[in-house]
């Protein structure tokens, strides 16, 4: 099958090269050129704008960044202009459900599938075809790209003919990783206050009561401190609780712990953490606490 696949950060650079591996021509773009350079010496071909990316492909991929990016490069750059009648989009992104909206129009005034297919898991777990994909369009456009998402992911999940089903379902997903970091931030502050380590405590809870993936991941993280380099950084954090809020706030749904999780992401921007993984939040439960590691 002829796939664009458009923005290869750490996640769409993996995600890319599972299709050049099943075989797929894939034509790749990036807005940093030298992130390209690997796909193709896996058999990518690279392309110099988006919209060469796209104008001969049957499915297009993109993972891109934020709104911003989104906007720009597909709305704004004409990547869907060039995009071939009839082709199907696959949008990772996560964005705001305003976009998300907009997108659906976006694509059915010029002819084209739409599918909104955020994923969970980290770069590494992309890379290895092992992402959890939440995925929505109409029935026609999911049945051509679903042999595409296996190679993708180890699930994929499907959320029904409104794309902006998965995105609201990654939003949702993205709060309650975020809110399962701070929780462990501020509990493992609590305990490092009163002489047992982060690493003792988290062990404890990430192989009895919160025997799951993200408590294993994340408090293996905040239990070594190693926060660079990313899987997920602050900015980006920060980003997707912001997009909580503000779909919550569009139908009146409280959400007060997205305002902490919001003020501790802030406080660590604001410290010039947001490079760094969004286990960090950590670093900032600490700092609150006034912990010091010569001290205890």
């Known amino acids: 099958m002829r796939i664009g696949f458009i923005g290869l950060g750490s996640m769409g650079a993996g995600m890319a090269g599972n299709l050049v591996k ?39 991929h993109s993972m891109l960044a934020n ?3 989104v906007r720009d490069v597909l709305l704004e750059g004409g990547a869907l202009d060039a ?26 005034d010029r002819g084209l599938g739409y599918v909104a297919a955020p994923v969970f898991g980290r770069p590494a777990v992309a890379a290895a075809g092992g992402l959890n994909i ?3 369009g ?11 998402l296996a190679l993708l992911g180890q699930k994929v999940w499907p959320m029904g003919d409104d794309p902006v089903r998965a995105n609201i379902v990654k939003i949702g997903g993205n709060f309650l990783i975020g809110a399962a970091i701070e929780s462990m931030a501020e509990a493992s502050a609590l305990t490092r206050a009163h002489g047992v380590s982060a690493k003792d405590f988290l062990e404890v809870m990430g192989g009895s009561l919160f025997a799951s993936p993200i408590y294993t991941i994340y408090g293996g993280l905040i239990a070594e401190e ?7 950084k602050m900015s980006l954090g920060f980003k997707d609780i912001g997009l909580a809020r503000a779909a919550a706030e569009a139908e009146r749904v409280p959400m007060p712990f997205a305002s902490v999780m919001h003020d501790t992401l802030l406080e660590a921007l604001g410290a010039g953490d947001g490079d760094l993984d969004w286990a960090g939040m950590a670093r900032v439960a600490a700092a609150r606490a006034r912990l010091d590691d010569a001290k205890r």
Do not use: C, M
């Open 22 to 60: 099943a075989g797929h021509e894939v034509t790749v773009w990036n807005r940093s050129p030298e992130a390209a350079a690997p796909l193709a010496e896996q058999g990518a071909t690279v392309a110099d704008t988006a919209a060469k990316a796209v104008a001969n492909v049957e499915v297009l």
């Open 67 to 69: 709104d911003a990016a």
């Open 83 to 108: 995009l071939p009648k009839g082709a199907v989009h696959v949008n990772h992104a996560t964005i705001s459900i305003a976009l998300a909206r907009e997108l659906v129009a976006a694509h059915a």
């Open 134 to 136: 939440v995925a929505a």
């Open 138 to 148: 109409r029935p026609e456009a999911l049945a051509t790209v679903s042999p595409l």
């Open 226 to 232: 190693k926060y660079s380099p990313a899987g997920f």
